[in-house]
Every structure is written in C-alpha cells, then in structure tokens.
C-alpha cells in the first residue's frame, strides 16, 4: 500500500492512497457517474499549506528526520520551515502574522520535545482563533499537552515505553476533528532517534499534506478517534480516523478487510472481536479510513463505469 502514495512535485497524484480510493468509492456508490459525452478536463489541484516544523532536544544531532521531511515538503511545493522547539513561541506569533496576511493551511510537525512545541503552537493558535489543518506529533515528550479544539487532524506516532519521548497524546474534551494514534512499541527497529527518520511515514506525511487544500476538514458520516498498537512487522500505515459501517448479516471482520482492502489486524484491534465471528444485520463496525479529497472519489467512480 505504501506504494501507492504518490506525490508528482508540485502536482498532487489526484487519486491519492489506493486504500483510500477503495474505501471512499464503498460509501459514495450512489454517486451518479457523469454523462458519457460530457467533456471533462482536469484540473491540477494546486498544493497549498505552511508547514513549521520542530526538532527535539539536541536536534541538529538528533532530530535531522524533521530537516529530511522539511526538504521533501518543500520539494512538493509547500512552504515549510525547521525550527529549534526553544523558539517555538517566536515562531508561533509569527505563523499568526503569516495567517493573517495569507491564511493558507497551517501543518505543524514535531519530534519529541518539538511534538510538545506543535501542541503548544496549536494552543496559541487557538487563542488567535486560527484554525490547524493538520498536526502530527513524533514520539513526543511525556508532558505535552492535548490536542486543541482547533485542530482539523490530529495523528501521534509514539512509543508508549519510551522514557525520552512516549508521549500517549489525547484529545481536548469535546474534541470533533480527525485524531489517530500509533503504538509503534513493538517495533523493535524503531527508537526514539530513528523514529523521525522513517521514510514510509515521510512519504505518507507529504501525500497528506499535498491532499489538504482538496479535502473537507469534516468527514462524511460519523468520525471515530483509532488507537493502534501497530504489530511487529506490520506497515505503519497513517489512516486519518474511523467511520462506522454497518456489517451485512454473516458478514466477518475477514470479509470487511477484504471489502475494504485492510489488514485483517486493523479490524479486530479496534472492534475487540473474533475476526470469524458472523456478525448481525446492521451491526455497527468501525474501519479506519483515509481522508480523500472528494476528486479523487469522484474520479474513482466514473473510472468504474
């Protein structure tokens, strides 16, 4: 699946994941295809954002995946920035500078104690009214904050035993945007120092936030916060939330990963079953899912035809 997330330059891949595709098409089936003799031509969603990113302590020796990220966002496009997390407060005023002159999609990124920095970012954000397109904290520090409610997506990549980071983020009472959380304890080539480093999170990052200016900040249907212990030597695969689907009779957890391209452990972790159980008519499951921009779901469907 990690091939399948493609970013063309300055460009976006408009079908964006595979998976995503696969999963939005499931829910906009009733979508009525375009006439045959209708003429189409697409338009190159320009990629829009500002990203501010923020290295941990000792981040020039420790923390050099956060300038890495930095350079492919740039290279994709979108404005983007490492900073020392000492400044985070400097940098925010200016990032409401920034948004006030141009208010274009704000990414904040940050490895340990530059996780804690990103929600604090997102805090002084909030105290502007500015809203955070997206934030994404890498194993960071114990005590950081939660997530604001300003924050439209929210994904924590961490290692719950860790001592220098591990930081177990949750959000805000009342919180209603996208949130997803990763446990990568159980893999064991990952530390605390290499976690920033991981260039299938890297590609998945920059796929997301080329896909921001395109996709709804809300999600169709009901959105469902994921926390994942991901397996050993599973993908680390960043979906964005859950939604829920309501099962066929007979259906199994098997059957719906098959449905809807998943691996069979994203199902049993988050509903708590036996993935042979036949479940009932109705019965509510949830499935993690991308965020795709409605183009690409709309293109996926007359591509059926």
Sequence with gaps: MLAALVCSGTRLAIAGPVAATKQTALHTSHTPAAPADTQTTEQPIVPRGRAYLFRGALG????????????????????????????????????????????????????????????????????????????????????????????????????????????????TQGFQGNYASYDLDQHDEVSHITIDKVDAIHQQLVTKILQLSATPAKADGETVQLRYVVPPKQD???????????????????????????????????????????????????????????????????SKR
């Design 60 to 171: 020039p020796i420790f923390s050099r995946g956060m300038d890495r990220l930095t350079e492919q966002i740039q290279r994709a496009g979108i404005a983007a920035e490492v900073y020392e997390f000492t400044i985070c407060g400097l940098v925010a005023s200016r990032a409401v500078d920034d948004y006030r002159r141009d208010p274009e999609p704000v990414i904040l990124i940050g490895h340990s104690m530059g996780g804690r920095c990103a929600l604090q970012f997102s805090e002084r954000l909030q105290e502007e009214g500015i809203p955070v397109s997206l934030v994404v904290t890498i194993d960071p520090a114990h005590l950081s904050p939660d997530v604001p409610l300003n924050v439209e997506r929210f994904i924590n990549i961490f290692l719950s035993k860790n001592i220098l980071g591990g930081g177990d983020i949750k959000p």
């Design 236 to 302: 680390i695969e960043l979906w964005d939330s859950g939604m829920v689907v309501d099962a066929h009779s007979g259906d199994t957890l098997q059957a719906l990963a098959a449905q809807y391209h998943l691996p069979l452990w994203s199902l049993t972790q988050v509903n708590q079953m036996p993935d042979d159980a036949p479940l009932a008519a109705g019965q509510r499951v949830i499935v993690p899912r991308y965020l795709t921009p409605p183009a690409a779901a709309s293109e996926h469907v007359v």
